[in-house]
């Protein structure tokens, strides 16, 4: 069965730091590329960052700069860095892997990030 634990969320002051970190069970991560998603109350939940295996990477334009994601294959994890926090990045943020080849799709349950202004 697989399954993937997230932690690091909490409550921040605006120009704050967290470290997200997403353990996954039940798969062999260099088979799959990462992500993290995003979703803010009342809108459609939105890419932020995503790196495949070779650890090629992409952001979202308004993260560019501030956040970072990382991953290392023998622990089965991906982390997120997010520096200098602004309350607009207030969400619940999920990780996902979705396998190179396969059907297999799979998301954390969530993770709240509160930022004050």
């Known amino acids: 069965q697989v399954r993937l634990l997230e932690s690091g969320g909490g409550l921040v002051q605006a120009g704050g730091s967290l470290r997200l970190s997403c353990a996954a069970s039940?798969?062999?991560?260099?088979?799959?590329?990462t992500a993290w998603y995003r979703q803010a109350p009342g809108k459609e939940r939105e890419l932020v960052a995503w790196?495949?295996?070779?650890?090629?990477?992409r952001y979202a334009d308004a993260v560019k700069g501030r956040f970072t994601i990382s991953r290392e294959n023998a622990k089965s994890a991906v982390q997120l860095q997010m520096n200098n926090l602004s309350p607009e990045d207030t969400a619940v943020y999920f990780c996902?892997?979705?396998?190179?080849?396969?059907?297999?799709?799979?998301w954390g349950q969530g993770t709240q990030v509160t930022v004050s202004s």
């Open positions: 996902n892997m979705r396998a190179r080849m396969g059907p297999g799709n799979y």
């Open positions: 790196i495949n295996n070779p650890g090629a990477t």
């Open positions: 039940g798969i062999r991560l260099s088979m799959y590329d």
